[in-house]
């Protein structure tokens, strides 16, 4: 087989380019920018956006500090944070605080699969500068009513959150219904971003944020807009520090459904991913269901009530510790 030869390109007319005068496909904040950030093209079905194979840098700076908090050990007692401002269990909540060693330890496949959204958003955000975006602020401290959060970025005076999800949590964002079917509390995470950065003078749009989703199956992107809730994301920073002060732990709300027409009760999908699901329920009993016969694609249901045994394998607990039942999710903690 021959050596395939590189695409022929043409000079660069940008004096102010280091490349000048050298064959290079310059993108320029003209040719690619929308005026607002919110009208953002879509930079892969614009036929004249051809960027070449080095014209996104990514360098090893940009994913040293992700990386380094995904894998290194983490140092710092638990605390609240702006990231974990979605509807979470009390008692899930006063365990991560008080017991964090309680928790499921994650098997370094599921470790693996969470890093994904580190390198995605590293790589959108180098898309973004490379098609002439304004993109500031990564990662800067933010801090509401004594809370700390990290956001990703200001895009072109916009805060902005960049998430990468599953191909049923893109439908959310693409078909608008995130805004009452937030599982994960995406926008009350945008919201403590919003409120952190009112004073912020690179923040020039202040009464709405947006959701930069990214499908990591499929690589489809959509920009989400959503508006500022001031008070709730106070009531639920309020709500969250009074759980935490408690002597001992409240009683639990994980969500529960019913399974089948027996009695059984299961937890809900997303009660599943928490990692404190059994200190929520101490008698919890899991089974397993193979393709044919998973309710909703559920392989591995949890049980708070068992009316009458299913006809299936029950687990024992040392093995049920981590098993993403609710369609290979994984962990609400790491989400």
């Known amino acids: 087989m021959g050596t395939r030869k590189p695409p022929s390109l043409d000079l660069c007319e940008d004096e102010g380019c280091p490349h000048f005068g050298k064959p290079h496909v310059c993108v320029t904040a003209d040719k690619i920018k929308s005026t607002e950030f919110p009208r953002l093209k879509k930079i892969e079905?614009?036929?004249d956006f051809n960027i070449g194979r080095q014209s996104i840098p990514l360098t090893h700076d940009?994913?040293?500090?992700?990386?380094?908090?995904?894998?290194?050990?983490?140092?710092?007692?638990?605390?609240?944070?702006?990231?974990?401002?979605?509807?979470?269990?009390?008692?899930?909540?006063?365990?991560s605080i008080h017991h964090p060693e309680l928790a499921e330890p994650l098997p370094a496949e599921a470790i693996f699969k969470f890093s994904f959204g580190h390198t995605i958003e590293a790589q959108a955000l180098a898309l973004a500068k490379a098609a002439g975006h304004e993109v500031l602020g990564e990662q800067d401290e933010l801090v509401v009513d004594g809370i700390k959060g990290?956001?990703?970025?200001?895009?072109?005076?916009?805060?902005?959150?960049?998430k990468s999800c599953s191909g049923r949590m893109?439908?959310?964002?693409?078909?608008?219904?995130?805004?009452?079917?937030?599982?994960?509390?995406?926008?009350?995470?945008?919201?403590?971003?919003?409120?952190?950065?009112?004073?912020?003078?690179?923040?020039?749009?202040?009464?709405?944020?947006?959701?930069?989703?990214?499908?990591?199956?499929?690589?489809?992107?959509?920009?989400y807009e959503h508006r500022l809730r001031v008070e709730l994301i106070l009531e639920r920073i309020a709500r969250q520090k009074r759980i935490i002060s408690l002597g001992t732990p409240p009683p639990c709300e994980c969500k529960t459904v019913k399974h089948g027409e027996s009695g059984n009760i299961r937890l809900a999908a997303t009660a599943t991913y928490s990692p404190f699901k059994f200190q929520c329920n101490p008698h919890l009993r899991v089974f397993k269901y193979t393709?044919?016969?998973?309710?909703?694609?559920?392989k591995f249901v949890y049980l708070t009530k068992v009316v009458r045994t299913p006809d299936v394998p029950e687990l024992t607990r040392s093995y049920a510790r981590y098993q993403p039942s609710a369609r290979g999710q994984g962990n609400l903690s790491q989400m």
């Open 150 to 162: 990290h956001r990703d970025c200001v895009l072109d005076g916009c805060v902005v959150d960049v």
């Open 45 to 47: 079905n614009d036929p």
């Open 170 to 223: 893109f439908e959310k964002f693409e078909k608008k219904t995130i805004a009452h079917d937030d599982p994960f509390g995406y926008l009350a995470q945008l919201d403590g971003y919003m409120v952190g950065s009112a004073d912020d003078p690179l923040v020039r749009t202040k009464d709405r944020g947006y959701i930069w989703a990214i499908d990591k199956t499929l690589g489809k992107m959509v920009l």
């Open 62 to 95: 940009e994913l040293e500090i992700p990386i380094t908090v995904r894998y290194g050990e983490r140092k710092e007692p638990p605390s609240l944070r702006l990231s974990k401002m979605g509807e979470m269990c009390p008692k899930h909540l006063w365990y």
């Open 291 to 298: 393709d044919k016969n998973a309710e909703e694609g559920m």
